[in-house]
């Protein structure tokens, strides 16, 4: 038997939100709905494997067609992208959702990398927004944003792959060692001598030396940045904003992002770096040379600052 008042979903609009929605109507738990109208799966596994029976059931009790439901899913969107889908993201606009009393969630929003709404161009807010002060660089963050989103897409025209620019800024800078006193300074006094914080060895990834802001934003003790592209969906906001910037940056100067990575490497984190860019064209090979070989073979530029400013000018011609 149809509900017998039913909002309208709103364009882009999940299904697990709109079904939120009209729990509300009802005052009632979404659990509460689904054992009312009697579909099985949870609405959130709906959205990425869609049952046709509980399809069917839903569009009864909704006078809705199943194929109206279906495109509130995920099933037609590319696997790259569905890998990059937070199911659970509560992010919302505020003028999209003003008036409403459950902010509506779009399905473009649940991308990891997507941080404004399209309509308003305002940013998306959400409960987990610690650093969103500190890391600024907006222009870098969107175009970011638009490349990933591209590449999830099967639209990726970079000259560098996206996913090794990603891999590359997820790989260790350095071996894993303790923080240094002053990366503790932001934490209370007594937690600065906590033995168990003082002495676990922490990640200094890549992604640090070119959004150096992002050890600003987020202390050293607080990253949660992913050690593969697997689950960067996971992933803290700051984490995946900065790593938007960092593809931007990369990106627009892939050489100069090497030549700056290499000197601020120790040997463990140069053979990984090494190992990955040997996948890249070789003009950005032959660019990082000329800029920089003594940083290539031992990372003595950095100790001796002999990596010319000239040599990196001629090297951004070069790709
Ligand atoms: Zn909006």
Redesign the pocket.
């Known amino acids: 038997m149809p509900l017998p008042i039913v909002p309208p979903p709103f364009r882009d609009e999940r299904l697990s939100s709109w079904l939120e929605r009209i729990a509300d109507v009802y005052l009632v738990s979404l659990d509460e709905l689904q054992a009312h109208v009697g579909w099985s799966r949870f609405a959130l596994q709906l959205e990425r494997e869609p049952v046709q029976a509980d399809f069917e059931c839903i569009a009864a009790a909704t006078n809705n067609s199943v194929e109206r439901l279906s495109a509130m899913t995920f099933q037609d969107a590319p696997s790259r992208y569905r890998r990059l889908l937070r199911s659970g993201s509560r992010e919302s606009?505020p003028?999209?959702s003003r008036g409403l009393p459950r902010p509506q969630r779009l399905k473009g929003w649940s991308f990891a990398f997507t941080f404004w709404?399209d309509?308003?161009n305002?940013p998306l807010f959400g409960s987990e927004m610690r650093g969103v002060g500190t890391l600024g660089d907006e222009a870098s963050a969107r175009r970011g944003s638009e490349i990933l989103h591209h590449w999830a897409t099967g639209r990726d025209r970079s000259v560098v792959p996206v996913r090794s620019v990603l891999s590359l800024l997820l790989l260790p800078l350095r071996r894993a060692s303790p923080p240094a006193p002053w990366e503790l300074a932001r934490l209370p006094l007594k937690r600065q001598h906590d033995p168990t914080i003082r002495s676990r060895p922490r990640r200094r990834p890549v992604l640090i030396v070119v959004v150096p802001e992002f050890t600003h934003a987020v202390p050293i003790y607080d990253q949660r940045l992913p050690s593969n592209i697997a689950n960067l969906s996971d992933a803290p906001w700051a984490e995946r904003y900065a790593l938007a910037i960092g593809v931007a940056r990369v990106l627009k100067n892939p050489v100069d992002a090497i030549v700056r990575i290499l000197e601020a490497s120790d040997e463990f984190g140069r053979q990984k770096v090494m190992t990955l860019i040997n996948q890249w064209p070789q003009s950005v090979h032959n660019a990082v040379d000329y800029a920089g070989p003594r940083s290539r073979k031992r990372g003595t530029a950095a100790k001796r600052g002999d990596v010319s400013r000239v040599g990196r000018e001629r090297a951004r011609t070069l790709c």
């Open positions: 606009c003028f999209c709404c309509r308003h305002q």
